[in-house]
């Protein structure tokens, strides 16, 4: 059996755009997590359950990209799309620093540089 004791499964819906003016519930990602107790993204969680940490990157109009989170040298988060996708790794705008708590704001580059908000949506227990 598989140890989940603190993983969380995340959901990040897409922010007000101009594109978007109400956000948008078919642009994000949904991904599993390590979470401390305040909500932040626990780095020891994350090495002691690193294959777990999975992340799906949706985008409407696009095939689901499959990867992994991961934690860089230096502390930074990310995601890399090492399973399916055609997606280059994406880093998180000072993930370390956010609670992952619904209603808080996450930013995230994507793979051509752009920085989108995204929306914490929703935070279960795996």
């Known amino acids: 059996m598989i140890d989940t004791h603190g993983l969380k499964t995340i959901r ?3 922010a007000r755009t101009k594109d978007h003016p109400h956000g948008s519930d078919r642009h994000g990602y ?3 997590a390590p979470l401390d107790a305040d909500g932040h993204l626990d780095a020891e969680g994350w090495r002691k359950h690193r294959d ?3 992340v799906v990157r949706f985008w ?3 095939e689901d990209d499959i990867g992994h989170l991961v934690h860089r040298p230096g502390g930074s988060w990310g995601f890399t799309y090492d399973i399916e996708g055609d997606e280059g790794d994406e880093g998180g705008f000072k993930l370390s620093s956010h ?3 619904p209603g808080e704001y996450i930013s995230i580059r994507d793979d051509e540089g752009e920085l989108h908000t995204f929306t914490v949506v929703t935070v279960t227990d795996v």
């Open 99 to 101: 609670r992952f708590v």
């Open 52 to 54: 777990q940490c999975r």
């Open 12 to 14: 990040l819906n897409l």
């Open 30 to 32: 949904r991904f599993t």
């Open 60 to 62: 409407e109009g696009e």
